[in-house]
């Protein structure tokens, strides 16, 4: 792929990233955890497909754009452990939200809790495609 063609990309999911949070952040507003919890983890896969893409790796299911995740970016020391946990914790939390009949208590504090650490692993990925230059 071209190196044009995967900026493009990288840009488009990372305006898809940053919309799932602004939606993940409304939904807090209106107490409607489970769906803001549901955008946060959205924001994180959709960045984690950019960031994967730069280095010419692409994966479609969730369980392997995670485990490439943390065999290409996190595994090598090029992103710290820390994101690979939220990455991890999101997923979980989400499908567990999602697909579960009786889910795991989810509170305000948690719900806003997972919220903001997306907001951090995006701002992170965003920072490590700046000094990759994949972004401007």
């Not at 044009?4 to 990288?10: A, C, L, P």
């Not at 970016?73 to 690979?84: C, D, H, M, S, V």
Request: no cysteine; glycine share 2%.
């Amino acid at each position: 792929m071209e190196i044009e063609t995967k900026r493009t990309i990288i840009r488009v999911r990372l305006e898809k990233a940053k919309g799932d949070l602004a939606s993940a952040d409304a939904l807090l507003k209106i107490e409607h955890w489970r769906a803001a919890v549901n955008r946060a983890y959205y924001a994180i896969f959709h960045f984690a497909t950019a960031v994967l893409l730069w280095s010419d790796i692409e994966r479609n299911k969730h369980s392997a754009v995670q485990s490439a995740f943390h065999q290409f970016l996190i595994k090598p020391g090029n992103i710290e452990a820390e994101y690979g946990v939220i990455f991890n914790s999101s997923r979980s939390w989400r499908e567990d939200q999602d697909y579960s009949d009786l889910p795991k208590d989810l509170n305000k504090s948690l719900a806003e809790q997972i919220v903001s650490d997306a907001e951090r692993f995006i701002t992170r990925l965003e920072r490590y495609l700046r000094e990759q230059g994949a972004i401007e």
